[in-house]
């Protein structure tokens, strides 16, 4: 039975290897790992502190750092920022910014990303800011359209995302993409 176990495991070693050579930077975990998991990690390995502004997400992107036993070490807050006065106040989100490109922007989810991260004095400032659904959505700014921050080490820096599903749907792929792109941004930041 052993010899059999060894067999297989010469003949799917290969595959495997060649599997996580095509997905390089894809492919996160194996299992029932999740990318919050591990991305999480990472900042915990590196000591990296994060803190995270919501709108859209209405407080599933903290919720996701607080499902990690240990993550006091490296989380220090997470801030549902719904209403332009709270972004203002809270964050510094200029009156301007929102007048000029609204709420749903990659201006706002800039500031809102810088201003959490000079609050909490951390190293990492995560903000999500968009059009969950069912209703709000504009020609211009559809239900799905979602803009989020990210300050890294001194830099801003957003990305806006296209979801498709319900409003749970939208706000769960959004935390996902905030995680995925976290974990990118450490991995290219150590590969230069």
């Known amino acids: 039975k052993k010899k059999r176990k060894e067999e ?28 919050s998991e591990v991305t999480c990690g990472m900042l915990m390995e590196r000591g990296l502190t994060a803190a995270v502004s919501e709108s859209c997400t209405g407080g599933l992107l903290a919720s996701r750092f607080t499902d990690i036993p240990g993550i006091s070490k490296i989380f220090v807050e ?28 990659h201006e706002v989810a800039a500031e809102m990303a810088y201003g959490i991260a000079k609050a909490a004095k951390t190293d990492i400032g995560l903000s999500t800011t ?5 209703g709000g959505g504009t020609p211009e700014k559809p239900v799905g359209m979602v ?5 890294y080490k001194g830099k801003v820096k957003t990305k806006e995302l296209h979801m498709v599903g319900n409003r749970e749907r939208i706000r769960e792929k959004t935390v996902d993409s905030v995680f995925d792109w976290l974990r990118r941004t450490i991995l290219a930041e150590e590969e230069v």
């Open 8 to 35: 297989a495991n010469d003949i799917i070693k290969p595959v495997a290897d060649e599997i996580y050579r095509r997905l390089g930077s894809d492919l996160y975990a194996e299992g029932d790992t999740t990318i």
């Open 78 to 105: 997470g801030d549902v920022t719904y209403s332009n006065d709270a972004k203002m106040r809270r964050l510094g989100v200029k009156r301007e910014t929102l007048e000029k490109y609204g709420a749903v922007s």
């Open 130 to 134: 968009g059009i969950a659904g069912p």
């Open 147 to 151: 803009f989020i921050g990210m300050y």
